[in-house]
């Protein structure tokens, strides 16, 4: 007897869940920084070039192994590819899910902080932020307290299912985080001198251009896909047959770039707005970190006219955006336990929380542990994630099953040409352009 499986209830909500684990901490904090980093302007063209040529034919390919497997990141490759060695490339997805966990839970403990500051108007009191950011940093108990509170809050959505946590939850969650960031970008685009910002933004600045401009972008857009582990996949495999998985995929990575360019809009208007000296700002933008979202930022807030309430907002909407990215996280490791181990929600969520507590321990504690699980993952794990998947679909995988998938069993009409020219790129495109962000990782 075969346990009925899971699916997503609605159409909106298959989107919204799909779009939150995307839309996380890189839109907000990796983004601004990376485009100022990369010169403005050119860095988004190279970017959207990169989410339509890699992103978008990877996220499809996750989309179709989940969706015809129906099954858990390692499960997939279990059942497409039986008696192979290819399910390791599922069992390294799950383990980058479980080390992202491990260091992302502790900035997702800050916001949380930031957040309860701001609204007890503590952050508005603060006159250094610096100084503020590392007391925190200092105190280990309580970025240790903070981290668990996220942790459980994720395991408390992964609790209650796939319909009623993950779906639900991201059904309000996402509209209200939309309307946030519509509210802040108007916000800070009628400061005075916003315009400033919004021309480095968008004006392309060819001198800033770096030749790396095109690995980082590349980079950048995994990331924020939540491309090469299997999360995209996992998710899949709870979308139902009439999903539309290549429009599916542009309406996720078209959602996910409008907000990184919301955020970029939002901290790039405020931080010329607000400072009579550039040359400083731009350099902190570039640096990025943490620096960024938890000291330039609520210094900046500061200055403005109802301080407490924009910094709350942001924080909140911060907090949230990482909420749908680590539940999709968790529920990848989750899924993973529950079908290979057939152990209840219950039973997997004890290990998962237990073991992901262990990891962002010692990240609260040792920046180095917390820099090492950041580049495993991101520099190691997504990567060579990517490469496989991208290679078992292009030259492993058999073509009805992509043509199937693509098209809905025939009832959706893309030409074979389509096919061919996607097939294309998963074979050569998208795995040399990997492999040129990997070694580009090993040597950087
Ligand atoms: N995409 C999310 C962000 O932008 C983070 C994330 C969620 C992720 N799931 C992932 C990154 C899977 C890599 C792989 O913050």
């Known amino acids: 007897m075969r346990e009925k499986r899971s699916q997503f209830g609605s159409k909106l909500g298959m989107i919204a869940a799909a779009a939150g684990s995307a839309v996380g901490l890189g839109n907000i904090w990796r983004f601004p920084s990376e485009t100022a980093d990369g010169g403005g302007a050119i860095f988004i063209l190279v970017?959207?070039?990169?989410?339509?040529?890699?992103?978008?034919?990877?996220?499809?390919?996750?989309?179709?192994?989940?969706?015809?497997?129906?099954?858990?990141?390692?499960?997939a490759f279990h059942k497409l590819a039986a008696g192979t060695q290819w399910k390791w490339v599922g069992?390294?997805?799950?383990?980058?899910?479980?080390?992202?966990?491990?260091?992302?839970?502790?900035?997702?403990?800050?916001?949380?902080?930031?957040?309860?500051?701001?609204?007890t108007g503590n952050i508005v009191n603060a006159t250094d932020f610096g100084a503020h950011f590392s007391s925190l940093l200092d105190n280990k108990i309580k970025q240790i307290l903070l981290m668990l509170v996220f942790l459980l809050l994720t395991a408390y959505f992964i609790y209650a299912g796939v319909q009623k946590g993950i779906e639900s939850s991201a059904k309000v969650m996402m509209p209200l985080l939309f309307l946030l960031l519509i509210v802040m970008s108007i916000r800070a685009m009628t400061l005075n001198g916003a315009g400033e910002g919004l021309a480095f933004l968008f004006k392309p600045n060819l001198a800033?251009?770096?030749?790396?401009?095109?690995?980082?972008?590349?980079?950048?857009?995994?990331?924020?896909?939540?491309?090469?582990?299997?999360?995209?996949?996992?998710?899949a495999s709870y979308f139902n047959k009439e999903t539309n998985l290549i429009k599916t995929s542009i309406q996720v990575s078209i959602l996910d770039t409008i907000v990184a360019l919301m955020a970029g809009i939002i901290i790039f208007s405020s931080a010329f707005a607000l400072t009579n000296n550039t040359d400083t700002i731009v350099s902190e933008l570039v640096a990025g970190g943490p620096g960024l979202l938890f000291i330039t930022i609520p210094d900046l807030f500061?200055?403005?006219?109802?301080?407490?309430?924009w910094?709350?907002?942001?924080?909140?909407?911060?907090?949230?955006?990482?909420?749908?990215?680590?539940?999709?996280?968790?529920?990848?490791?989750?899924?993973?336990?529950l079908e290979e181990y057939k152990m209840t929600r219950k039973r997997a969520l004890q290990y998962i929380v237990?073991?992901?507590?262990?990891?962002?321990?010692?990240?609260?504690?040792s920046s180095g542990f917390f820099n090492f699980l950041d580049i495993i993952s991101a520099?190691?794990?997504?990567?060579?994630?990517?490469?496989?998947?991208?290679?078992?679909?292009?030259?492993?995988?058999?073509?009805?099953?992509?043509?199937?998938?693509?098209?809905?069993?025939?009832?959706?009409?893309?030409?074979?040409?389509?096919?061919?020219?996607?097939?294309?790129?998963?074979?050569?495109?998208?795995?040399?352009?990997?492999?040129?962000?990997?070694?580009?990782?090993?040597?950087?």
Do not use: H
């Open 91 to 119: 069992r390294v997805g799950v383990l980058s899910g479980f080390v992202i966990l491990g260091f992302y839970m502790v900035v997702c403990g800050w916001t949380l902080d930031y957040f309860f500051q701001s609204i």
């Open 47 to 75: 970017y959207i070039f990169c989410i339509l040529l890699f992103g978008v034919p990877l996220m499809v390919a996750e989309f179709l192994l989940g969706r015809s497997s129906r099954a858990n990141a390692a499960g």
């Open 302 to 309: 500061n200055q403005m006219p109802g301080s407490a309430i």
């Open 379 to 444: 520099k190691f794990m997504m990567p060579i994630g990517g490469l496989f998947i991208s290679l078992f679909v292009g030259w492993y995988l058999d073509k009805k099953i992509i043509q199937v998938e693509i098209t809905n069993d025939g009832s959706l009409r893309f030409g074979i040409g389509f096919l061919k020219a996607y097939s294309f790129i998963l074979k050569f495109l998208a795995p040399a352009g990997i492999l040129v962000i990997f070694l580009y990782g090993l040597l950087g």
């Open 311 to 337: 910094s709350s907002l942001f924080f909140l909407l911060l907090a949230i955006a990482a909420l749908t990215s680590t539940i999709s996280l968790m529920e990848v490791v989750t899924a993973y336990l």
């Open 208 to 235: 800033e251009v770096k030749s790396t401009v095109f690995i980082d972008a590349m980079g950048q857009a995994f990331f924020s896909l939540s491309l090469g582990m299997g999360c995209m996949l996992t998710y």
């Open 354 to 365: 237990s073991g992901v507590f262990v990891l962002g321990v010692f990240s609260a504690i």
